[in-house]
């Protein structure tokens, strides 16, 4: 086996390694809160933490989430010429470095959604790639604050509903 090729598999194993660290679970043991696994959605990430009321613990489960899918992917980015690795191999670590939040060894296979490791990822690709995609994420619920309550159930339950005028033959029968 050629030699650049174990470099590549090297790196592609320890990015998924570093994936598989579930820092929601690292992070809330340290802290002394209760598993993450064990209430709210039983998912390790950095929402379900928050569910703790522990914000501090939730942010730090956030940021060390994103940077273990940055890490990875910056030394292949800035590192991996030196050592043979192209940009076929940063995709593979980039990919690694994801499943190993979502699929992690050292949990059992039952990860997270991977949004903060992927958002990670995409930093350490392109950066402002990766920036534009948090500030649109942090944006994205805007919209829905000055909405009343009431007004988000319609919103997203209207359309569903059996006397929407989609699911009725005619308004005589839609009452």
């Known amino acids: 086996m050629d030699f650049f090729v174990l470099q590549a598999l090297a790196a592609v194993v ?14 809330s043991r340290m802290m002394g809160l209760q598993d993450p696994r064990t209430y709210g959605s039983q998912n390790p990430g950095a929402t379900n933490v928050l569910r703790s009321g522990n914000k501090l613990a939730a ?21 991996g010429a030196a050592y043979g690795l192209g940009e076929g191999t940063v995709a593979m670590v980039a990919l ?10 050292f949990f059992r296979f039952k990860g ?19 920036l534009a995609t948090l500030a649109g994420l942090a944006l994205l619920p805007l919209p829905f604050l000055s909405l009343p309550p009431l007004s988000l159930l319609d919103f997203t339950g209207g359309s ?13 029968t839609c009452s």
Do not use: M, N, Q
């Open 14 to 27: 320890a990015a998924y390694l570093i994936g598989s660290l579930s820092f929601a679970v690292i992070v």
């Open 59 to 79: 942010a730090l489960t956030l940021l060390l989430d994103a940077v273990k899918g940055w890490l990875p992917v910056w030394v292949a980015v800035h590192e």
């Open 96 to 105: 690694a470095a994801f499943v190993g939040h979502v699929w992690p060894v």
């Open 112 to 130: 997270g959604k991977g949004v903060a490791t992927a958002a990670g990822v995409l930093t350490g690709i392109e950066p402002i790639l990766g």
């Open 160 to 172: 569903s509903s059996p006397s929407s005028p989609s699911r009725c033959a005619s308004p005589a």
